[in-house]
């Protein structure tokens, strides 16, 4: 069964203080994984698209890489206006997208 | 990009009613996507709307509970049918833009 799971939950950081979120998968085959960032009482907002394991992408203060089995998101010197939750997404099939649950970041000031 | 707006933005329903979202976006599409996000939980697809055609339903999720509305490539609507308290979630409308996927605001609902 296709599976998302997303570590931690939840993490508190320091502003400034960065870190890594953690998104393993378990799919019969990937189309692409997917990064989305959800404000409070918003939709979720697309950040990146990876394809293959080895790529990465960076957009200001974040960094997604991929590999075989996992993806992770870093967040290098976090501002409190990173603060949100962050949702990864794989796409086994066309138009199949299977969520995360997500992580909930906070950043302190 | 797309742009996309759902209404309404909340509703707080009585059990055994019906409450029909709407989602308009900004240009036409193709496929339209309603997702259900239970607090707490991840995003789930409840089904596919092509214009034109009847949706398709991911597993769990029947059209007499769930009917959608497709009559234009800009519109569609989902009616969530004799609410129970289970059905309190955000209802999220999506379209692709290529590789990208984007999401309404969400309608949050709550059914006491």
Redesign the interface.
């Known amino acids: 069964e296709d599976q ?1 799971t997303q570590s931690p939950e939840a993490l508190r950081l320091q502003e400034g203080e960065s870190s890594s979120l953690n998104c393993s998968y378990t799919v019969s085959g990937l189309r ?1 994984l ?1 990064w ?1 960032r959800q404000d409070p ?6 950040l990146f ?1 990876l394809y293959s394991a080895g790529e990465e992408k960076e957009k200001e203060r974040l960094k997604a890489t991929l590999t075989k089995k996992e993806s992770f998101l870093h967040i290098t010197a976090p501002k409190p206006e990173d603060s949100a939750t962050y ?1 990864c ?1 794989v796409e086994p099939a066309l ?3 299977r ?4 992580t909930r970041l906070t950043v302190k000031p | 990009s797309a742009v996309i707006s759902q209404k309404p933005s909340r509703d707080i329903c009585q059990r055994g009613t019906s409450l029909t979202i709407q989602c308009q976006v900004d240009s036409q599409v193709t496929m339209m996507f309603w997702y259900r996000q239970q607090p707490g939980q991840s995003l789930t697809l409840i089904a596919t709307a092509n214009q034109g055609s009847e949706a398709t339903y991911e597993s769990g999720f029947v059209i007499d509970k769930f009917p959608i509305s497709r009559p234009n490539l800009t519109f569609s609507t989902l009616t969530v049918s004799n609410m129970s308290p289970e059905d309190s979630s955000i209802y999220l409308c999506s379209v692709n833009n290529g590789p990208e996927q984007f999401f309404g605001p969400g309608t949050r609902l709550t059914v006491l």
């Open positions: 998302v692409g997917f989305y009482g918003k939709g979720p907002e697309f698209t949702l997404a138009n199949d997208m969520f995360g649950a997500g």
